[in-house]
T-cell receptor, first 116, second 112 residues
Framework: DQQVKQNSPSLSVQEGRISILNCDYT??????FLWYKKYPAEGPTFLIS?????DKNEDGRFTVFLNKSAKHLSLHIVPSQPGDSAVYFC???????????????FGKGTKLSVKP | DGGITQSPKYLFRKEGQNVTLSCEQN?????MYWYRQDPGQGLRLIYY???????QKGDIAEGYSVSREKKESFPLTVTSAQKNPTAFYLC???????????FGPGTRLTVL
């Protein structure tokens, strides 16, 4: 069973507009969420994260929103640029007992295409 | 430059042969991970190691083996027991103090 779901395999957006990528999760024990960006034939690069004690985190053009009651997070990119075209993975982590880092659970990714 | 290196970038092997994928990091990270990515799939965890000389199975460990003799290195062996080894393999590492995993560039393994 998928604990982290990205239900949209692809998203197409016009340059300059907002891109909204969505992620749903089922495990209420997740305490930290991350977004990674991946280009073909390359490793993912970390983009932005959010702790479960917050509902918003912003870094430049990227903002992540967390709605714990709905078990939903979203990544907003504004304004979108052609260089943002990539696959975006949502990931979540369960805090291990004792506070040590846990493993990441990844969604299947959403391919974003930003058209000039 | 600090980072994670994986070699080779592309690897071809005949069916039935074992093959070892290299992963090295100079970030002084304690934890290292191996993932597999298939088309249309997320990253699935094969093995991970939180400390030298210790490693744990991930979600899809069957047909794979690892070792962690040095902090900097975490090689992955794809054995002949792995039924569908053709995939893109990603190595990652993280510091115990931080939450983000940093990924290497990946190795595309094709078994002919």
């Amino acid at each position: 069973d998928q604990q982290v779901k990205q239900n949209s395999p692809s998203l197409s957006v016009q340059e300059g507009r907002i891109s909204i990528l969505n992620c749903d999760y089922t495990n209420s024990m997740f305490d930290y969420f991350l977004w990674y960006k991946k280009y073909p034939a390359e490793g993912p690069t970390f983009l932005i994260s959010i702790s479960s004690i917050k509902d918003k985190n912003e870094d430049g053009r990227f903002t992540v929103f967390l709605n714990k009651s709905a078990k939903h997070l979203s990544l907003h990119i504004v304004p979108s640029q052609p260089g943002d075209s990539a696959v975006y993975f949502c990931a979540a982590r369960v805090m291990n007992y004792g506070g040590s880092q846990g493993n990441l659970i990844f969604g299947k990714g959403t391919k974003l295409s930003v058209k000039p | 430059d600090g980072g994670i290196t994986q070699s080779p970038k592309y690897l071809f092997r005949k069916e039935g042969q074992n093959v070892t994928l290299s992963c090295e990091q100079n970030l002084n990270h304690d934890a290292m991970y191996w993932y597999r990515q298939d088309p249309g799939q997320g990253l699935r965890l094969i093995y991970y190691s939180q400390i030298v000389n210790d490693f744990q199975k991930g979600d899809i460990a069957e047909g794979y083996s690892v070792s962690r003799e040095k902090k900097e290195s975490f090689p992955l062996t794809v054995t002949s027991a792995q039924k569908n080894p053709t995939a893109f393999y990603l190595c990652a590492s993280s510091d115990a103090q931080y939450n983000e995993q940093f990924f290497g560039p990946g190795t595309r393994l094709t078994v002919l």
